[in-house]
């Protein structure tokens, strides 16, 4: 049940799966553990239901384009999950983006930019020429450490889903209080 009655989905998860087939390794368990921390803050601080969208616990049979598509149009929020695989030429999360800014619904009668509903996690450094235009000027949150510079953007770590319950957490997780309270803002 979301909290917005207006949605099915409160926030829509987009993410590349980067080969990872089984979704308990690599990005998508990295994401799947996001999503479970995200919506325990976001219950919390809003004190009532949240519903959140993540592909691995949806069916996809059928025509897929079309099903993502209602999936997308029923969000209120699209939290974009940056990696190689989400920035790829020919990446799904490519087409989610396009029909996000698109074919999503108005959130009230009063206007709000569709761009106050886009959020961009960057959960591994990709050069901000090979991210979808789109969301090239959005400022991420960034959820790894390092300094990854080009070409080979190998000097990073990942940081890990259970850091964020550590007191001691270096980097973005030191804030994911306030970062969930933006989030759940602009609910």
Excluded at 25 to 32: F, I, K, L, S, Y
Aim: with cysteine; net charge negative.
């Amino acid at each position: 049940m979301p909290y917005l009655d207006r949605f099915d989905y409160d926030i829509f998860l987009s993410h590349g799966w980067s080969a990872n087939i089984d979704e308990n390794q690599g990005d998508r368990q990295w994401v799947q553990e996001l999503k479970g921390k995200l919506e325990k803050e976001l219950i919390a601080r809003l004190q009532g239901p949240v519903s959140i969208f993540l592909d691995v616990e949806t069916p996809r049979n059928g025509d897929t384009e079309n099903l993502f598509r209602n999936y997308i149009r029923r969000s209120a929020i699209f939290l974009a999950i940056v990696t190689p695989g989400f920035c790829a030429e020919q990446s799904f999360c490519r087409k989610e983006l396009d029909w996000f800014y698109n074919e999503s619904r108005p959130i009230s009668g009063a206007p709000v930019d569709i761009d106050a509903r886009l959020f961009k996690i960057e959960a591994r450094p990709v050069p901000r020429e090979r991210q979808p235009e789109r969301l090239r000027n959005y400022s991420p949150y960034t959820f790894y450490e390092g300094n990854p510079t080009p070409p080979g953007l190998q000097n990073y770590r990942l940081l890990g889903v259970s850091a964020i319950d550590s007191d001691s957490s270096p980097g973005p997780w030191r804030d994911w209080d306030a970062r969930s309270h933006f989030v759940s803002g602009d609910f």
